[in-house]
């Protein structure tokens, strides 16, 4: 089931039928017990709606904070200690992709995030500006993850590389991320032969386009949830992006105007601009 947030509100998929969530907010939908009996319950006894315009769909996300992951895949290592080779990045990121203890930052809340079909930015004082097509986890305020989406964590690679002290200044700014289309509301973990997917077009031809299973993941995400709800709370709680397996090649950067399409098998695809 996937469940749909539109300017008349949260909408459920079940099949090819869509169910109004009447009165739902996701602040509130995050606290049952148990999700996904919820809402198919809802699927079961409620009227679908007529139709559901796909194109005008908004953010998923409502008092949520997003987190970022990083290094939990071994082309993030390498392009990592790569772009930050001249300024003597040294061995971190090979250390923190083999440590116990994630790498793990704070992101976005909602007002800095992009919906489906809208812009993403890039920042005026970046050289390099790359996405990072990433699984997301929507998980509760008891650490349990119920749902999946799919997140762009933009991203300043010449900002990261210059300094890791940078990293909060290279990935955090308004819409340095994208989430959507809906969240895949599942107790169960996503099948590791899951594809996640990356298209990038510019002027409406293919720039860049690779594609990745979540079986080349290092980490567990549910161990990557235990490290994140340490020592701190989430009332409403929280998406986790899990890290990138995609790097376009070094040459490559975002200009205003490319497309970004990013798919992940089960959840949809998540297309934004570059403003
Ligand atoms: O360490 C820098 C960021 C890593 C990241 O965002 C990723 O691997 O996806
Ligand atoms: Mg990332």
């Known amino acids: 089931m996937i469940v749909y947030r539109t300017s008349r509100g949260w909408f459920v998929e079940r099949g090819e039928s869509y169910f109004m969530l009447k009165e739902a907010s996701l602040n509130t939908l995050i606290q049952s017990e148990d999700l996904h009996a919820y809402l198919a319950s809802i699927a079961a006894t409620g009227d679908a709606a007529d139709s559901l315009d796909l194109s005008g769909l908004e953010a998923p996300i409502e008092g949520q904070e997003v987190w970022a992951a990083g290094v939990t895949y071994y082309r993030s290592r390498s392009a990592r200690i790569e772009e930050s080779k001249d300024a003597g990045g040294g061995d971190f990121y090979d250390r923190v992709y083999s440590a116990e203890r994630p790498e793990l930052f704070f992101k976005a809340v909602a007002h800095k995030v992009a919906g489906p079909n809208s812009e993403v930015r890039i920042r005026g004082d970046a050289k390099w500006s790359v996405p990072e097509p990433e699984l997301a986890l929507f998980v509760n305020p008891r650490g349990q993850i119920v749902g999946f989406t799919i997140g762009n964590d933009m991203s300043s690679r010449d900002i990261e590389g210059a300094n890791p002290l940078y990293l909060p200044q290279a990935k955090v700014y308004d819409r340095s991320c994208a989430l959507g289309p809906g969240i895949l509301i599942r107790k169960e ?47 409403y709680g929280c998406f986790l992006l899990t890290g990138t397996g995609i790097v376009p090649p070094d040459t490559f950067t975002l200009r205003s105007g490319d497309e970004i399409r990013i798919s992940i098998g089960g959840i949809g695809t998540l297309t934004n601009h570059v403003a």
């Open 189 to 235: 973990p996503m099948p590791r032969t899951t594809e996640i997917g990356m298209e990038i077009l510019r002027s409406g031809r293919t720039e860049f386009s690779a594609a990745i299973t979540l079986a080349e993941m290092k980490r567990d995400p549910a161990a990557l949830v235990e490290y994140l709800y340490r020592y701190q709370s989430f009332p």
